[in-house]
C-alpha cells in the first residue's frame, strides 16, 4: 500500500509535466546549490532563482498540508531535495514532495473542499478537487509561475502524498550538481 501512496502520485506529476513539455534536467545541469531567500508565492515570479524558487515551495507545501486538521496528523515528512524540471519554453522548475502520515484513517474529502475554498479563493491561485486512477481524492493546486501542488490520498486512508512544482526559475550555467537537488 504504501508503495502505491507514493508512487501513483509521482507518476500523475510526471505525466502532468510531460503533457505540459517538461523533462528532467539531470543530463543538463549538474551542480547543487544551497536554499537561500525566500519569496512571497503572490509576487510575479520572473526572474526568480532557482534556491528562492526551491525555498518558496517548500514552504507553501507546508501551508497545503495543513489543510488537514493538525489534531489528525501525526508526522509531516517533506523531502529535502527533489529533481530540476525543464519545459519546453525553457524554463526551470523544482519538483519536490512531502508525506503526511495520519493518527488513524482519515476521511480528507471534507478537508480537500476546504482547501479548494481557501487556496482558489487567492489571487493568482486555482484550486479543484479531483480523483485519481485509483479512485482516491486529490487536490490540485496551481498558482504563480506555473507552481503546482497535488496532494492526494492513499487508498487506506492513513497517510497522504504532496507533489510540488516550483514556480519558474532561473539557473546559472553550472549552477546544479548531480541528479537530487
Not at 45 to 58: D, M, S
Not at 100 to 116: C, K, L, N, R
Request: hydrophobic share 35%.
Amino acid at each position: 500500500m504504501r508503495l502505491t501512496s507514493v508512487f501513483v502520485p509521482s507518476v500523475v506529476l510526471a505525466a502532468a509535466l510531460v503533457i505540459c513539455g517538461c523533462s528532467t534536467e539531470k543530463e543538463e545541469q549538474k551542480e547543487q546549490v544551497e536554499m537561500t531567500e525566500q519569496v512571497d508565492m503572490t509576487e510575479t515570479t520572473a526572474g526568480v532563482a532557482l534556491a528562492e524558487a526551491k525555498a518558496q515551495t517548500q514552504e507553501t507545501a507546508l501551508e497545503v498540508a495543513k489543510v488537514i486538521p493538525q489534531p489528525l496528523v501525526a508526522s509531516v515528512v517533506q523531502n529535502p531535495k527533489g529533481s530540476i524540471l525543464t519545459s519546453s519554453d525553457g524554463t526551470h522548475h523544482w519538483a519536490g514532495h512531502l508525506d503526511i502520515v495520519f493518527t488513524g484513517p482519515v476521511d480528507a474529502e471534507p478537508y480537500f473542499e476546504t482547501g479548494v475554498d481557501h487556496w482558489g479563493g487567492r489571487d493568482g491561485w486555482t484550486a479543484e478537487r479531483d480523483q485519481m486512477p485509483d479512485g482516491s481524492p486529490q487536490l490540485v493546486i496551481t498558482g504563480p509561475g506555473g507552481s503546482v501542488y497535488l496532494l492526494s490520498m492513499a487508498l487506506d486512508r492513513r497517510s497522504a502524498h504532496l507533489s510540488t512544482m516550483s514556480p519558474s526559475a532561473d539557473i546559472e550555467p553550472g549552477e546544479v550538481r548531480g541528479p537530487s537537488y
